[in-house]
């Protein structure tokens, strides 16, 4: 892959942007890149879809399949993929054909087992979860060295990956060289899926259900997904934005006016022509 800047340069770029609210300064994002292009993926997949954990590679589900689509020596096909159970049959790519490997699979009831859908990203989008599970599973079983030698585990949603029954408890997963966190849920860093649903529901005062419910309708008049497979950059902008109009003192219904519905517009991309129903 071609990348057309230095890291430092690079680095300083996504830095002073300002557009990615994890990324606090060039060291961290620096780090992300040299291991992203040792990857050989993309420098924005790199600030977006790795983390480090106590030295460890985590990378986010869509960014581990990516990666197994474009090896040139591996494929996959999802056979199942509902709220209850995702099946992935994986396959050796050569010059005279496509080969199985190995079928995974990972089901509603293995995650209830491990203690996972208490976990809000669960209850709302099991088929994203359940998929997480399954790619990376499948992943470090039969294409280990799509990205190279290095182990990587999946995150998806703010929701690691559980190495093993008996492991001992992990830390949770975090930029490289973090700064301190500013907004905490019991000493671990919030993901900016619940950040945004804890801003709106100490903004308007509701219940978590009914701020859920408030982020989803938010996502939709942004035109931005629903289904879990939002990413976090344009969540972190959103976040931005709502906090923001938030401090001016307006009420949530304010969002939606003209003068402040406008000022994400542009960052997002929307188009202004549409009707927003709310």
């Not at 892959?1 to 996504?14: C, G, V």
């Not at 990324?23 to 620096?30: E, G, R, T």
């Not at 989803?216 to 976040?239: I, N, R, S, W």
């Not at 219904?253 to 129903?277: C, P, V």
């Amino acid at each position: 892959m071609n990348y057309p800047m230095s890291i430092q340069d690079t680095a300083k770029t996504f830095v002073q942007s300002k557009l990615f609210p994890d990324l606090k300064n060039d060291d961290q994002v620096a780090t992300l890149l040299i291991i992203g292009r040792g990857f050989n993926i993309s420098d924005y997949d790199s600030v977006t879809g790795l983390y480090l954990r106590q030295g460890k590679v985590n990378m986010h589900a869509n960014v581990m399949a990516a990666a197994i689509k474009a090896s040139g020596k591996y494929d996959y096909e999802v056979v199942a993929n509902t709220d209850v159970k995702c099946e992935i049959e994986f396959y050796r790519v050569d010059q005279t054909g496509r080969f199985p490997i190995g079928h995974h699979s990972f089901t509603i009831e293995q995650a209830n087992r491990a203690n996972l859908t208490k976990n809000f990203t669960w209850k709302q989008y099991p088929e994203a979860m359940l998929f997480a599970r399954c790619i990376s599973a499948g992943y470090r079983a039969h294409c280990p060295d799509a990205l190279g030698a290095a182990p990587v585990y999946v995150e998806q949603h703010g929701e690691m990956e559980v190495e093993s029954k008996n492991s001992t408890a992990q830390p949770p997963a975090q930029r490289a060289v973090p700064e301190k966190p500013s907004t905490k849920v019991d000493d671990a860093p919030i993901p900016v899926r619940k950040a945004l649903v804890q801003e709106i529901q100490d903004w308007t005062g509701n219940s978590r259900e009914e701020a859920i419910g408030q982020l989803m309708g938010l996502l939709e008049a942004l035109e931005l997904p629903t289904d879990g497979t939002c990413e976090d950059v344009a969540l972190g902008q959103v976040l931005v934005w709502v906090s923001g109009v938030r401090a001016k003192g307006a009420d949530f219904g304010d969002l939606f006016d003209d003068e402040h519905f406008r000022s994400i517009q542009s960052t997002l991309n929307i188009k202004g022509d549409e009707d927003i129903d709310f």
